[in-house]
C-alpha cells in the first residue's frame, strides 16, 4: 500500500488547533507572570510601609528631653514634630530629627530628617492626615506642649522668676499619627518609653544646676 500523508485541509486544520493552544499558553502565562509583578509590588510595599512604621516607632519611643535650651525642646503640631531621640532612621546616637506632613492639598507627603539636614519623602498620605500628643491624662493634643500650658507658664513667668514648662510637659506620653484616607486607614501610634526627665546617661552630661532643671 502507498503511505498517506496529510492532506492540506488536515495541515490547516492542524496548524490552527497548535496556534489555539499556543495562545491560550502564552495568554495563562502572562496572567501568571501579570499576577507575580503585583504580587512582588504589594510585598515591597508592604516591606516598605513595615519599615517607615519601624522608624517612626523606634524614633517616638527613643525621644529625650533634650538639654537646656528653648529650641531644642520637643515641640509638635499638627503638621508635624520635632524631637531629639537615640534612635532616628539614620541610626543609633543623639539626633535631633523632624517627622513632617507637607505638600499641598492632594499631595501630601510624611517627610523624615535630621535637623539641618535634606528631609527623605516617605509616602503619600491624605489632606486629613495628622500627628497627635498624648498627655499624662490621658488626652490627645493637636499640638505640644498644649496651648493651655504654655498660657500658664507664661502668666507665671509674668509674676515669678520661673520660666520652665512643668517637667510633666518635656515629652507626650505618646505621640500617633492618623491619616483615615489612607488605604487601609492608617494610624501609627507609639508611647515615649523616656520618662519627662532626661535618661541618666544624659544628665551625668550636664552640669548639676541644668541637670536640675530637667
Known amino acids: 500500500m502507498r503511505a498517506r500523508g496529510f492532506t492540506l485541509l488536515e495541515a490547516l486544520v492542524s496548524l490552527v488547533i497548535v496556534a489555539l493552544v499556543a495562545t491560550v499558553a502564552m495568554q495563562s502565562l502572562f496572567q501568571v507572570l501579570g499576577l507575580r509583578e503585583r504580587v512582588l509590588r504589594h510585598e515591597a510595599e ?8 519601624a522608624w517612626f516607632r523606634d524614633s517616638v519611643a527613643a525621644l529625650v528631653a533634650a538639654p537646656p535650651g528653648p529650641a531644642e525642646g ?11 531621640t537615640l534612635a532616628g532612621p539614620a541610626g543609633s546616637g543623639l539626633r535631633r530629627i523632624e517627622w513632617r506632613l507637607d505638600g499641598p492639598p492632594g499631595a501630601r507627603l510624611l517627610h523624615v530628617g535630621e535637623a539641618g539636614g535634606e528631609p527623605w519623602p516617605l509616602r503619600r498620605v491624605g489632606d486629613r492626615a495628622r500627628m497627635q500628643y498624648l498627655d499624662a491624662d490621658g488626652t490627645w493634643h493637636a499640638e505640644w506642649p498644649p496651648a493651655a500650658v504654655v498660657e500658664a507658664a507664661a ?18 506620653r505618646a505621640v500617633r499619627l492618623d491619616d ?13 518609653a523616656a520618662g519627662p526627665g532626661l535618661p541618666q546617661p544624659l544628665r551625668a552630661m550636664l552640669e548639676p544646676a541644668d541637670a536640675d532643671a530637667f
Open 155 to 172: 502668666a507665671a513667668a509674668a509674676t515669678t522668676t520661673a520660666t520652665a514648662l512643668p517637667a510633666a510637659f518635656a515629652l507626650p
Open 46 to 53: 508592604a516591606r516598605h510601609a513595615a519599615l517607615q512604621q
Open 74 to 84: 520637643f515641640r509638635g503640631d499638627a503638621t508635624g514634630w520635632s524631637g531629639t
Open 180 to 192: 483615615p484616607d489612607a488605604e487601609p486607614a492608617l494610624l501609627w501610634w507609639e508611647p515615649v
